[in-house]
């Protein structure tokens, strides 16, 4: 039966999905997609994919 980290992280998810929807240049939205796909999915290379966009988007906010 799933359990209360199941549902966090797929309400984070879909937070993280939605949010990218509307803004797919929002950093912290790529951060916490990541994270769900590190810790609960034990998908690294999607969880690095999501980081590096991270990277990439925080570097260039920081120079807007």
Do not use: M, N
Not at 26 to 35: C, K, N, S, V, Y
Not at 42 to 56: L, Y
Request: with cysteine; proline share 3%.
């Amino acid at each position: 039966a799933p359990g209360p980290t199941d549902k966090i992280c797929r309400l984070a998810r879909e937070a993280a999905l939605r949010a990218l929807e509307i803004d797919d240049t929002l950093a912290e939205a790529h951060i916490l997609l990541g994270a769900v796909k590190a810790y609960y999915d034990w998908d690294w290379s999607g969880a690095e994919a999501e980081f590096e966009r991270h990277t990439a988007k925080h570097q260039r906010q920081q120079h807007d």
